[in-house]
């Protein structure tokens, strides 16, 4: 081989090295348009949200909203919307009695945790939300509509109504809806201080298929209410006690043995639906007879559905039952 054929098969291969590379160049910039336009796009007609089970593109106006608790339902329903359907709690009262102006008719899709997943593909949801969502159920969920997974605490239930509402664009209406709250809570504080002086309460629930009953501490969201009104707590005694060592639980389950820690001024009592056996296992017994709150004839009896979970709203109906039982008469 001379030297020329030599040089003329190096400047070949550098010309072919050369276009190898302005090619690649030309598919990464290609590729990068395309990705931004597809970013774009997705943008246009998404929201990407980040939750306890991951990411979800939603809709920026959703219509189709599911909810797969009373909890998220609530919440809904509070910052003006109108989701199509949800489920109904397995043991504790229904909020659709308070609901039911605000949401008209909707559809059933069964007990929380087993909902109906065929009725949820026929209903097409543009967005499904929910507080008790497990992975199992997130996955399948996923692939029927965007779905998010809302943190729930009992007694952190404003900071959850921010959440829902920063996701749904609502975010001045959160701030509506929590202000009115606190005018009420100030003006029922004033009045129960005027005519009442401090309260202690206890608030029990009773539940459906056992002969248990528990009063609800600091850690519940009824007791976050009444400590919002500041004058009205629980008993201290109540306080110190704990269903689990070092636990945050919202209750703890009482035997007819200690009834005595149910002694307070006044006492609510949230009756789970069909729970009125339970009650009277307790209701015989010459202990509870014997209750000072009792004999006094303080005792109140309120629905579970408000009074054990919620958000704004219950916590406008647990303040109307305040009213009602404390005063006889409808508070502003």
Request: with cysteine; glycine share 6%; aromatic share 8%.
């Given at each position: ?31 990068y348009h395309f990705q931004s ?24 106006n959703p219509q189709r909203i ?267």
């Open positions: 081989m001379n030297k020329y054929s030599c040089g003329k098969q190096l400047k070949f291969g550098l010309l072919g090295i050369l276009l190898a590379i302005l090619l690649q160049n030309c598919w990464v910039a290609g590729d336009y597809r970013s774009e796009l997705i943008s246009s007609t998404c929201r990407v949200v980040s939750h306890r089970l991951g990411e979800s593109c939603i809709a920026r599911i909810a797969m608790d009373q909890e998220s339902l609530e919440i809904l329903v509070s910052l003006g919307l109108h989701p199509i359907a949800t489920t109904i709690p397995n043991r504790v009262g229904s909020k659709t009695a308070m609901l039911q102006a605000k949401t008209g008719e909707i559809a059933n899709l069964g007990k929380e945790g087993s909902p109906n997943l065929e009725k949820i593909v026929q209903l097409d949801p543009d967005l499904i939300v929910g507080m008790f969502i497990s992975p199992q159920v997130y996955e399948l969920l996923s692939k029927i509509a965007p779905t998010v997974s809302v943190e729930y605490s009992q007694t952190e239930w404003k900071k959850t109504l921010r959440q829902v509402a920063n996701l749904m664009n609502q975010s001045a209406k959160a701030d509506e809806l929590l202000s009115e709250y606190h005018q009420r809570v100030q003006r029922l504080r004033q009045q129960i201080a005027e005519k009442m002086g401090g309260l202690e309460i206890t608030v029990m629930r009773f539940y459906t298929d056992v002969h248990l009953t528990q009063f609800l501490n600091q850690n519940s969201f009824v007791v976050s209410i009444l400590e919002d009104l500041e004058i009205v707590t629980i008993p201290e005694h109540q306080r110190r006690q704990r269903q689990v060592p070092y636990s945050d639980w919202g209750y703890i389950n009482i035997s007819l043995e200690h009834l005595d820690l149910l002694e307070s001024d006044i006492m609510f009592i949230a009756l789970d639906p069909g729970s009125e056996s339970s009650f009277l296992y307790y209701k015989e017994s010459p202990l509870w007879q014997n209750l000072e709150v009792i004999k006094s004839d303080q005792v109140y009896f309120v629905d579970s559905g408000h009074w054990i979970f919620g958000n704004v709203l219950s916590a406008h109906a647990i303040l109307d039952d305040l009213c009602q039982h404390l005063f006889q008469k409808k508070c502003p």
